[in-house]
C-alpha cells in the first residue's frame, strides 16, 4: 500500500469545520458519553468526537442499533501515543477502555493539560476536494502540512492521510476495521477552532481511529511525524 495514489479519490472523506450549519448532531468534544477506564492514569480519555450516524454519507458504520460513533483517546498523558482499544453500549451512552499497551505514562503539567470533559462544539462535515486528497507524492506533502498544523486537523472516512507506513488494523473478532477518522493538530500561532485560546495538540503525531462494522470496536494507534 501506498501513502498516496488515484485510489485515495474514492472514497475522499470528509473535513471536520467549526461554527458551520449542519443537519446532523456531530460534535467535539463534551460528556454525551461516559468513557470509563476501569484502571485509570492521570485523568483518564476523554471523549473527542462524537458522529451522528443518521447522515446517510457514514452509513457504512451505521450498524443495526447504531446510530452514533464515539471517538476517544487519553489527551493529558503519553498514552495516547500508544494503541488504546475500546468498547462502546449506545444504550447507556458509555465507553470502555478495555486494553492499553502501558500501565505507566509521563502526564503532561496543570499548565498544559487540556480540560476534562473537553468542551461541547457542533461540527459539521464537509467533503474534502482534489486539491485536498494525496493524489501523488507533492499533493501528499501539501497536506500533510495541512493536517499538521493546518486547516484541515480532523479527515473523517475515506482512506487515511498516514504519516508512516499503511496499517491493517483488525478488530478483536478478526474482522477488517474501517477507518473513522485521522486526528492531526493546530498550529501554535493559530487560528484555534475547537478551543478557547489554545490549540488541539497533542504532540508530534497524529492518531487514527478504526472502528468494527460489526462488534461495538474501536481502535486508536498514532503514528509520529
Partial sequence: MSKFGLNYRYPAGYAVEVGEQSSYNHRFGGSSWKVID???LEDGPALLLVLD???PRLSAMAA???YELPVCSYINSDLWVEEQVYRFDEESKTVWLVHKTSNECYTLPEEDR???PLPETRIALRELQ????PLDEDSYWRNTDDFLGGSVVFRVMGSPLWLDAPEEVKC???RHMTHIVGIGYE???GPFHFLDQIPFFLGEAALYAFACPVCPELRVIS???
Avoid: I, M, V, Y
Fill in 38 to 40: 476501569p484502571q485509570p
Fill in 53 to 55: 450516524l443518521t447522515d
Fill in 64 to 66: 443495526k442499533h447504531r
Fill in 114 to 116: 487540556f480540560p476534562t
Fill in 130 to 133: 482534489p486539491a485536498e486528497l
Fill in 172 to 174: 478483536s473478532c478478526g
Fill in 187 to 189: 498550529n501554535w500561532n
Fill in 223 to 225: 503514528q509520529p511525524t
